[in-house]
């Protein structure tokens, strides 16, 4: 069974191929801009090396943000495109939240986990699981201060990419673990999305957009 997974949400462009669960082929490249642009191509040359033709995938997984607006669209167009292109193909959407989530080893989980994903603004995105990561928040957008309050009186465990500028300034939260990741690991993208696939879970990939595209409306005289 091959499963490809990719992600375009953040900074870069990673893609990774698993032949039943084991990494195959993989690409990372951190990029600002120009994702889109390269996504497909090294799919492409992915399948290439793998020796494989596209009706060889079985499973298409991809991370269905928060992000760049245009990474999350991107990402989940392209994942859309092959489950239309073939019928045998499942396409399957997992949340950055979730594969972050889903990364802390047992030792690592606290009575609170929280992701913190990196905005680019004063804000961070952030969703709050339990010890048996049960999620206790829906996907969010909020203030350092507002997330804190949540956090206070239990022990926390921190992931994602926004841990190391929610914490530039002390919390006073109780800390256990605490991962200050650079992105979302595509490895752990790939198998959560492959976990859902077996348990007959998986979810129609859907852009999670938790605040409005950052664009500007040109006004006409």
Do not use: W
């Given at each position: 069974?091959?499963?490809?997974?990719?992600?375009?949400?953040?900074?870069?462009?990673?893609?990774?191929?698993l032949k039943d669960d084991k990494i195959s082929q993989i690409y990372k490249q951190?990029?600002?801009?120009?994702?889109?642009?390269?996504?497909?191509?090294?799919?492409?040359?992915?399948?290439?090396?793998?020796?494989?033709?596209?009706?060889?995938?079985?499973?298409?997984?991809?991370?269905?943000?928060?992000?760049?607006?245009?990474?999350?669209?991107?990402?989940?167009?392209?994942?859309?495109?092959?489950?239309?292109?073939?019928?045998?193909?499942?396409?399957?959407?997992?949340?950055?939240?979730?594969?972050?989530?889903?990364?802390?080893?047992?030792?690592?989980?606290?009575?609170?986990?929280?992701?913190?994903?990196?905005?680019?603004?004063?804000?961070?995105?952030?969703?709050?699981?339990?010890?048996?990561?049960?999620?206790?928040?829906?996907?969010?957008?909020?203030?350092?201060?507002?997330?804190?309050?949540?956090?206070?009186?239990k022990k926390v465990s921190l992931i994602g990419d926004g841990v190391e500028r929610?914490?530039?300034?002390?919390?006073?939260?109780?800390?256990?673990?605490?991962?200050?990741?650079?992105?979302?690991?595509?490895?752990?993208?790939?198998?959560?999305?492959?976990?859902?696939?077996?348990?007959?879970?998986?979810?129609?990939?859907?852009?999670?957009?938790?605040?409005?595209?950052?664009?500007?409306?040109?006004?006409?005289?």
């Amino acid at each position: 069974m091959y499963t490809l997974a990719f992600d375009t949400t953040a900074a870069g462009c990673f893609i990774a191929l698993l032949k039943d669960d084991k990494i195959s082929q993989i690409y990372k490249q951190d990029m600002d801009y120009g994702q889109a642009e390269v996504l497909m191509p090294e799919i492409k040359n992915i399948l290439m090396k793998e020796r494989i033709g596209f009706n060889n995938i079985n499973l298409v997984v991809v991370c269905t943000g928060p992000g760049s607006f245009t990474g999350v669209r991107s990402s989940v167009a392209a994942a859309r495109t092959f489950g239309l292109a073939s019928e045998k193909i499942t396409v399957s959407g997992v949340s950055a939240f979730d594969a972050y989530a889903n990364s802390l080893e047992m030792d690592e989980l606290a009575d609170l986990n929280a992701v913190i994903i990196e905005t680019k603004r004063e804000d961070f995105y952030y969703q709050i699981y339990d010890s048996g990561l049960r999620k206790l928040t829906e996907p969010s957008a909020g203030m350092r201060d507002e997330i804190i309050s949540e956090l206070r009186n239990k022990k926390v465990s921190l992931i994602g990419d926004g841990v190391e500028r929610f914490l530039n300034t002390p919390s006073g939260l109780s800390l256990h673990t605490i991962r200050m990741e650079k992105h979302l690991d595509i490895e752990i993208l790939a198998q959560c999305g492959l976990e859902r696939f077996l348990a007959k879970k998986t979810d129609f990939p859907k852009p999670l957009y938790l605040r409005a595209p950052d664009v500007c409306i040109q006004s006409v005289d």
